[in-house]
């Protein structure tokens, strides 16, 4: 099933489902994320953000986080 197909599903369970999806694809490539940081992206996505530019900030807020410890 792909991301598309789940997308168009109506209802809460259909969110959940892309949720789980996303965070298994970036949990494969080892994104670095949360699930809290995986909603708002997704989140944001939604409300029309450009996803290279999230990519661009959260890459950002990694390497500034790696920095401080």
């Known amino acids: 099933m792909t991301a598309e197909k789940v997308g168009k599903?109506?209802?809460?369970?259909?969110?959940e489902q892309?949720?789980?999806?996303?965070?298994g694809?970036?949990?494969?490539?080892?994104?670095?994320?949360?699930?809290?940081?995986?909603?708002?992206s997704m989140e944001l996505l939604d409300a029309g953000i450009k996803p290279r530019a999230l990519a661009k900030v959260i890459k950002l807020l990694q390497k500034d986080a790696r920095s401080k410890k």
């Open 9 to 15: 599903s109506n209802g809460t369970d259909s969110e």
């Open 18 to 23: 892309l949720h789980a999806v996303v965070a």
């Open 25 to 40: 694809m970036l949990d494969v490539v080892d994104a670095g994320l949360n699930p809290e940081s995986i909603k708002i």
